[in-house]
């Protein structure tokens, strides 16, 4: 066996441009794989309950009546907002992946806005089973959270300032319906000068009157909010995010993951299809079963060549996009465990293909029309279909070993979590693809 | 014939392909150093009666009196690898038979075929000719005491067909017993001791070229002919 894989490593490295297509052309396509997520799709479907009524929505500050419910309309102009009427089925819409976040306003949103000690809260929920998506829903929550809070802040800051000069200047304030006159700080200062005036020199009240002056000029120039209302003005509403499903992986790591993926599968399912087929293209097939290899030798040797040589290829592609993302070294044993787990997998599914074409050409065309449907497959984001055909979806992928490949590798990559049960869905893959190529090898040579 | 010792005996082989019998209990027995030529029309089952005797296919029924290790099988079809070189080639099946020694084993292959000048040669690169030599040579390999050919010289102009029987009639003098399918009947009445004439998956004659001349009563014609007669006289 050890012979037999020299020679394939031989013919291989006699085929320079074969190798050169296997190595690059996957890594182009993962890379271009890589542009298409980092741009946003069309408007995600976002679940939203807001527990404002309509005159709760409606906050008064300084007499003036700001309504949240106009707010909100700036926040989902690029949602496919999903009306529930509960936090709780927003957060079950989320679980089931029929959306892919899901936004709570809750109820003391307007009181605690209106109180000014605390920011408005806001919950979002993702699901995170889908980092693209989520990182799209992500950004523009912030950004519309952002432009509300402008104009949030606008108009509070207004009302401050309008409070201010009240205060300072004095003059009439609405509020609840009812004039109030106030005095301020500016004609309290010249009342109480006005009066020292009128108190003999030296006595213990006009000095007392003195420092109340004093004090007044020192709070009129000073005017100002405590800290904790200045930050709300700064930000009047805050997210609380919490993620539903599965780790929390940003996009950029997630398209590291599904490069590698997508590049394992391309030369592992080539190489061992392909180098498979070739034993019966070139007739050898009959000759080396005929007492110098077993059947089940054979497949090892295929799958053992193509799993080390496309774990190579892909292990030496991340230590090069580590130098241009930012990856954890310290996970390095574990990625190598993941590549070999998915490029075992893929071998399996190469040797079925090689074994029922027969024939090097049909072979790699079938393992290319294979590859691409099931990358896709594994991407389709939960709430882009109907549930019934995402759950179909679901299980043509778990069939498959590209979604669990992704899995671990994310796992692996990102430390989010589950690289147990995906190697062990990967090791059930093997061990089903392997029994099929078996079963098959024995009319392979007819 | 009857004065060999016998190296090779099978008897009453039948293959079955689902309903169709490819070979309806054949037998056939050879010497040392004998040359046997199986002839008959395409899809008579030469290919099937030698892969059953080099152990690729396992008869429905029958026997067969050698262990498949001491049958050297050549296949119609070249079994080697393009990307390699004709040493490579003979290197890896040598390594793959566990001959004690690979180095010199493939050394007095390269001696035996002539092909030394092209050992460094790519397999792709060859001629028919000289990629058949290399095919047999691999058959070789382990010092086999029978040596199947299935069609050999198919492919093969003149000049190369002749110095292949140079290279097999050596063999069997040296005392290897050669047993090869063919349908080019004159090259089996030049270069056969022994004919074996299948015809649907049966045996209709076994003996020398002489004998199937009498069995035909034609003697006279050219042999071709004689064969094609005495098939016509057997309903085939
Ligand atoms: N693997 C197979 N499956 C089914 N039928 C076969 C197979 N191999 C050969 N046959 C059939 O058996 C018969 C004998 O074939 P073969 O031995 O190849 O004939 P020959 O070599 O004399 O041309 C033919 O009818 C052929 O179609
Ligand atoms: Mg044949």
Redesign the interface.
Known sequence: MR??LL?DL??LR??PLMVALLVIYPIVIAVLIGFALSRGPDKPKVAFYSGLSVSASTIELGGHNLNLADEEGALFRDIDVVPVDSRAAVIEKVRDGEVLAGIVIPEDLASNLQSTLESGKLQVFYNTEDPAKQAYVENTIEAQVKAANAALTTRIAQEALDLLNLIGDGGVYHFLGQDFNVLGLKRAESILTDTRATLPAGSEKREQLGEVIDFTELARDNLSFSDEVLNVVGEPIKVSARSLDGGRTSLDDFAVALAASVSLMFITLQLAAGMLASEKE???????V????SHTGLLAEKAGLAAVCSTAVCLLMLIGLGLFVDLEWSRFALWVVALAGGALAFAALGLAIGTLTREVRAASLLAFMLSLPLAFLALVPSGAVAPALYDVIRAVSAVFPFKPTLDALDAALNDAGGLGGAMLHLAALVLVFGALSRLALRRF?A | METLTTTLAARDLVKRYGERLALRGVSLSAGRGELVAVIGPNGAGKTTLL?IL???QRPDEGMISVE??RIG?V?Q????????TVE?NLM??A???RTPDPKATVERMLELTDLRNRSGD?VGTLSGGNRQRVNIA?GLLARPEVLLLDEPSTGLDPRQRERLWEFILRLAGEGTTVVYATHHIPEADRYADQLIVLADGERVFDGSPRELEQATGTTGLDFEQAFVEYLRQRGH
């Open positions: 012979w037999l020679k031989r013919i006699r085929s070139e007739n050898a097939f009959p000759r080396l005929r007492g110098l290899v040579a | 892969s080099a152990g690729i498949p290790e099988w296949p079809q070249a079994s080697l690898y393009g990307k390699l490579e890896l099946f390594r793959l038979e790519q691999i």
